[in-house]
């Protein structure tokens, strides 16, 4: 028996898990601003076959999960199944920490996003597209 003693890295700006995995766990964090009117992290949008879910670590977040606006606070989870219409924000000024779990196809989504200059909603809806999702707003 191996008795070496391994110790986890922080995740904070890493990721847990395989981007070609079933699962990916990313922790990010958002500054915080003015909660009137919210700043979504995310635009509208829905992912036709793949789950996503997020874990409240400090502060809070609202998610928009088909009609429902679900306020987390600090170790509240939240649910989005697939096929349905979401978003989410930071509703403090103070900054919040979350983990963000979701499928590779999700995570190689966010991925093209950040990598991209052209943000254009026409490129944006070509890259949802991409990965079997829909930019709704």
């Not at 000024?93 to 093209?112: D, G, P, W």
Request: aromatic share 8%; proline share 8%.
């Amino acid at each position: 028996m191996d008795n070496t003693l391994l110790t986890a890295a922080p995740l904070a700006g890493s990721l847990l898990g395989l981007p070609t995995g079933d699962f990916v766990v990313a922790e990010w964090e958002d500054p915080g601003g003015s909660p009137d009117p919210p700043r979504y992290i995310a635009p509208l949008h829905l992912h036709h076959h793949d789950d996503e879910a997020w874990y409240v670590l400090e502060g809070s977040l609202c998610v928009l999960s088909g009609d429902s606006v679900i306020l987390a606070n600090a170790g509240c989870g939240v649910f989005v199944p697939k096929g349905t219409p979401h978003t989410y924000w930071n509703p403090l000024k103070e900054r919040t920490r979350y983990l963000l779990i979701m499928t590779a196809n999700i995570h190689q989504l966010i991925s093209a996003i950040h990598a991209t200059t052209e943000r254009t909603p026409d490129k944006m809806k070509e890259l949802f597209g991409r990965y079997d999702s829909e930019l709704l707003g």
